[in-house]
């Protein structure tokens, strides 16, 4: 061949692989813009519920994201092991609970359009509330990429019946 062809070749070959590195790069930019971060928002003032009803403590992810293959967990502080709810693998995780919140969590709705956990929604809704439910909860969500808490304060109101003990 002559050299004027395998230069032309070589400039081609060069071109091509310059253009599909600059398209890699954009794609892996377009990959890490999409990924699973995200930040919280909750109320800045304590959530109140009265005493035997159903207290709702919001926490949603922001930007808005499809929260149902994230690890969601709720927990008293330095409680993280025996959480109050584990939403794992798609569904709530009942043989991790601490005993005093079986069969009293779910995951709510901070309004009702907020679209669950599809929306990134991660409300925890407590119902029979009782004095010992009062303090603080921390609402905290893990993905591949990244992971997060927020804490919500429960105050408890409405009429308690105070009781003496009385010695024999």
């Known amino acids: 061949m002559p050299p004027s062809v395998i230069e032309k070749d070589s400039s081609r070959t060069l071109y091509t692989v310059m253009w599909l590195c600059v398209l890699a790069a954009w794609c892996v930019s377009l990959s890490t813009a999409t990924s699973d971060t995200f930040t919280f928002s909750v109320p800045e003032d304590p959530v109140s519920a009265r005493l035997g009803h159903v207290a709702t403590m919001p926490c949603w992810l922001t930007p808005s994201m499809n929260a149902e293959d ?86 408890v109101t409405g009429e308690f019946i105070q009781t003496k003990h009385i010695q024999e």
Do not use: H, M
């Open 70 to 155: 994230l690890e969601v967990r709720w927990y008293r502080p330095k409680d993280f092991d025996n959480p109050v709810l584990l939403y794992r693998e798609r569904k709530i995780q009942e043989a991790s609970q601490q005993a005093q919140y079986v069969g009293r969590t779910s995951l709510g709705l901070r309004e009702v359009t907020s679209g669950g956990l599809k929306g990134g929604d991660v409300t925890l809704k407590l119902v029979n509330v009782t004095l010992r439910d009062q303090g603080e909860y921390v609402c905290y969500v893990s993905s591949n990429q990244d992971y997060g808490t927020a804490s919500v304060f429960l105050n």
